[in-house]
């Protein structure tokens, strides 16, 4: 093996790995009897500590006879001059090299019985080897610590997410009570309100994609669909704020009736995201145009304003994370200018591609994407769309638990107005207490409870309620793929995550009540 090979051998490998291979390098080039490393790798980890002898590893009851010299070589010198160790192999010329700038960062001790080791070759190679397996341990170390803060970014934004989705719960469950109590009408304050709720929700989820999707645990849910379905969600969803600043959307479709491989959800997410930033950086009164066509091969969406534009200087990073622009001390515009990063990110799990052109600031822009043309298959039958009323919860028993005060009032006034028969608690003891007499049909439990997680007492309310069973839904602010594996696995039959859709809780908690 070369020694300018040694990098690329260790490429992307752990420390002790790095160790191994630069050892095994050297043994194969130097005539050795006797080779110890002692390397700390990371600071919560146990040290690369191994003896080998004569180019193979001692094992335990042999090193044992050996942890005398061992003892002895540590108080060496750093350096290239050969000092004799006593050995249980006898006299041993033995050098000490550093695997770092100082004693702290580990060393390597090399020895043999020949006279004439090290000679000046040998020590050139024993040189050249362990800085360049240095060099592969500060690689890894770097690594390590780049996956670690990684870890912590997640596990902070993933609390972050818990923690913001709580307050929106019930903030929306209030609305949509206020909403039915006013026969499904509202005024312009309640509008408002309804608007930034699901704004700000709509900030918490795409901040957690672009997480998820840098992780790689982004999961796909894909089928056939047409693109003018997707469009018509996208542009449902975009309208609140085209209407609010009086601006003129229109679309033309001609996809000839061809399909794409899509997730709906995430597809009407990329489409949204591309309207609600053309709204955004397009006046009041402007114009918002949508295009679509197909290909032989791939189905191609232009989405054109007359607004801001695109500078030469942002160009090249439209579609970095955290890139917005100019930004004014107004923030006008809003967001997080991870919208664009997103849409890319999904766009390209979609097999397809997305680009931006503009002829500068204040001459608009247009975004396109294209996507893949799917094999022939059938679309999905189009869902129908839910009525604005809900549907009666015909005095269905439901426990709900929540330690959240707020939203455990908020969702129980909404479940009794539809029809529920609602019993509450906010630990998870005083749900069992509850459970023992209110025998309810329906759980819907909070995960983070304190003492006993969401996890932990549906199994308790399973084992009680073992007579009748019990149907368990979690409603949380945890919304990761392992949460929602996590609530599977606990027999939980749907998870839902803050703020959930009314109706959609409603309808599941109605569903198979013995009334139809």
């Not at 890139?323 to 991870?338: H, M, V, Y």
């Not at 005083?430 to 007492?457: E, H, N």
Request: charged share 20%; hydrophobic share 45%; aromatic share 6%.
């Amino acid at each position: 093996m070369g020694l300018l090979a040694l990098p690329a051998l260790w490429s992307g490998r752990d420390g002790s790995t790095v160790i191994q291979l630069m050892i095994q390098a050297v043994e194969r080039i130097v005539r050795l009897d006797i080779c110890y490393a002692h390397v700390p790798l990371l600071p919560d980890a146990s040290p690369v500590d191994t003896l080998r002898l004569r180019e193979a590893e001692a094992a335990s009851d042999v090193r044992r006879g050996w942890q005398t010299a061992i003892d002895a070589w540590r108080s060496m010198p750093i350096g290239t001059r050969a000092v004799v160790q006593a050995t249980p192999a006898g006299p041993q010329r033995m050098v000490r090299l550093s695997m770092g700038y100082n004693a702290g960062q580990g060393s390597v001790w090399f020895g043999a019985a020949d006279p004439s080791f090290p000679s000046v070759t040998d020590l050139a190679f024993l040189r050249a080897a362990t800085s360049l397996a240095a060099t592969g341990l500060q690689a890894a170390r770097a690594t390590h610590e780049r996956e670690e803060a990684s870890r912590a970014k997640d596990e902070f934004l993933a609390m972050l997410g818990h923690e913001l989705r709580n307050p929106l719960a019930p903030i929306t469950t209030a609305l949509g009570l206020m909403r039915r109590h006013r026969g499904g009408t509202s005024d312009k304050y309640h509008d408002i309100i309804e608007r930034q709720v699901a704004h700000l929700s709509r900030l918490v989820e795409d901040l957690l994609d672009v997480s998820r999707i840098t992780r790689g645990s982004i999961e796909l849910n894909m089928e056939p669909v047409r693109i003018g379905s997707v469009l018509s969600r996208a542009i449902e969803a975009a309208s609140p704020l085209v209407e609010q600043r009086a601006q003129t959307l229109s679309m033309n479709v001609s996809d000839d009736g061809a399909l794409i491989s899509g997730d709906v959800t995430r597809l009407t997410q990329v489409f949204g995201n591309l309207l609600n930033n053309a709204a955004k950086y397009t006046d009041v009164g402007g114009r918002i145009h949508v295009e679509a066509a197909a290909t032989a091969i791939e189905i191609v969406v232009s989405i054109s304003d007359n607004g801001a534009g695109i500078s030469d200087e942002l160009m090249p990073r439209l579609f970095t994370i955290f890139e917005q622009g100019r930004t004014t001390i107004d923030r006008a515009k809003g967001g997080l200018g991870i919208g664009l990063a997103l849409v890319k990110n999904l766009v390209e799990l979609h097999g397809g591609r997305v680009t931006a052109k503009s002829g500068g600031a204040g001459k608009g822009s247009t975004v396109t994407v294209a996507l893949p043309i799917a094999p022939y298959a059938a679309a999905a039958a189009e869902p129908t769309q839910p009525a604005h009323s809900f549907p009666d919860g015909h005095g269905v028993r439901v426990l709900l638990v929540d330690d959240n005060e707020d939203g455990l009032l908020s969702m129980e006034a909404f479940l009794v107005d539809v029809g529920f028969d609602v019993a509450t608690a906010n630990t998870p003891e005083t749900a069992l207490a509850v459970a023992a007499k209110f025998s309810p049909a329906c759980a819907v439990l909070d995960i983070g409870l304190p003492g006993m997680d969401g996890y932990q007492l549906g199994e308790a309310l399973q084992r009680q309620q073992s007579a009748n069973p019990l149907r368990l839904f979690a409603l949380t602010g945890y919304g990761q793929v392992e949460d929602r594996r996590r609530s599977s696995d606990a027999g939980f039959e749907r998870h839902f995550v803050k703020p959930v859709a009314l109706t959609e809780l409603v309808e599941a908690l109605g569903w198979n009540d013995g009334r139809g």
